[in-house]
């Protein structure tokens, strides 16, 4: 397994917590995409760097490790500027990739339908062209992210009209499925319609197999899921269709969420959201944050929503010290008073579950019964299932 080192910048508005979090992360997505981390470099600044992200001496420390240490990847928390990109590379001799480039990879490795590969490759090629401008016009000395598929060494083309050639052509290769995919949904009349939403990781996968009583594919890694599955479902004798979408994530890179615009409409002409949160996650209510700030961005953020929170089995609360002089946290509330604070503040209806030991599975279907039925009621009134 190739071996990466981790830079960040810290805001001095985040805490020490918040940083160790989002590393955490980072490092997540660096093991899906086959990267062993061996260390950590931080350094707090108002803004990074315009030349180099970090001030030159945080970078001389990184140059001294990656070179002690034979590191293959430098891996940035940020999205880098091509010029910051050549910089650091020429500077530390060390490959390096930035957070969108790495979860652009890891979007190329997960990807199985030419449809998911076709999206991919697009988001690939939008990211790649403005890093051509002042390095070699031939894209095999392009260096790709780890393991890159798609545009990389292997290709050949020699300049940038053809790299914009390439994403006219797969451009209209999406919007012929995209139209191939409107008239499929079309032709699933009114029924209501439910997607899953959250971020990556936090267990749609397996609440869809749940429900649905279907085998969607599901493992804890980030962005196991990219092709949306649409499956029916009957709750006693209301019938629905659920979805499982693609999960977001902090900083979800502009290419992905352009070239994922049809996979993003199934959310966007869904009549209920179910929000499925990791509640055993440190950072839960930014990851909550996340995904209402995404769902704003593609259209979606005033739909009906149920928020679900899983993973209660592998929730831990910590002891407060009443003497510390640090504030009470929510990781120092017991779950019955989390369940009890969210009842209270969400405008929407919540329930806590846990899809793996199939803790409240009962109770939350008997929820979308009557989230759907009233729906269903109204779409269909003189359809008489409901008497």
């Known amino acids: 397994m190739d071996t990466g080192v981790l830079a960040a910048v810290i805001r001095d508005k985040d805490s020490e917590r918040t940083a160790t979090e989002y590393l955490d992360e980072l490092e997540f997505l660096a093991l899906t995409a086959g990267v062993t981390t061996l260390r950590r470099f931080t350094q707090r600044l108002d803004h990074p760097n315009t030349r180099f992200y970090f001030g030159t001496g945080k970078l001389e420390e990184i140059k001294q490790y990656v070179q002690e240490h034979e590191v293959d990847y430098i891996i940035f928390d940020d999205e880098l500027t091509p010029s910051q990109m050549r910089n650091i590379e ?7 990739i930035d957070r969108t480039g790495l979860i652009l990879d890891i979007f190329a490795q997960r990807a199985a339908t030419a449809y998911a590969k076709t999206q991919v490759e697009l988001a690939q090629y939008q990211y790649l062209y403005p890093r051509l401008t002042g390095m070699w016009t031939h894209l095999e000395r392009q ?17 940038r009209r053809i790299v914009l050639d390439k994403i006219t052509r797969l451009k209209e290769q999406l919007r012929k499925i995209d139209r191939q995919m409107e008239s499929q949904r079309g ?20 609440l869809m197999n749940l429900l649905a009583k279907s085998n969607v594919f599901a493992e804890n890694k980030l962005f196991a899921t990219l092709d949306t599955t649409v499956r029916k479902v ?6 629905f269709l659920l979805s499982d979408t693609v999960g977001f994530i902090r900083k979800l890179p502009t290419q992905l969420i352009e070239s994922f615009k049809s996979t993003l409409d199934e959310v966007r002409q869904s009549d209920i ?21 995404t769902l704003r961005d593609i259209g979606a953020g005033d739909k009906p929503c149920l928020m679900v929170f899983n993973k209660i089995d592998a929730y831990q609360h910590e002891e407060y010290d009443e003497f510390s002089l640090d504030e009470k946290s929510l990781r120092n509330y017991t779950l019955e008073e989390m369940k009890s604070m969210w009842i209270a503040k969400e ?5 806590f579950i846990s899809a793996k030991e199939k803790i409240g599975i009962e109770k939350l279907r008997n929820d979308i019964y009557k989230m759907v039925s ?9 359809n008489n299932f409901l008497w």
């Open 90 to 96: 020429k500077e530390t001799k060390v490959n390096v």
């Open 273 to 293: 959201l179910m929000h499925v949160v990791d509640i055993s996650h440190p950072g839960f209510e930014d990851q909550i944050a996340t995904v209402e700030r």
């Open 347 to 351: 405008h929407t209806p919540c329930i």
């Open 187 to 206: 032709n699933r009349g009114s029924m209501v319609r439910i997607s899953l939403v959250g971020y990556t990781n936090v267990g749609k996968s397996t």
């Open 143 to 159: 260096r790709g992210g780890i393991n890159m598929r798609g545009p990389g060494e292997s290709q050949l083309e020699t300049d």
């Open 234 to 239: 009957v709750i006693e004798n209301v019938p």
């Open 374 to 382: 009233e729906i269903h009621a109204g779409r269909y009134p003189f």
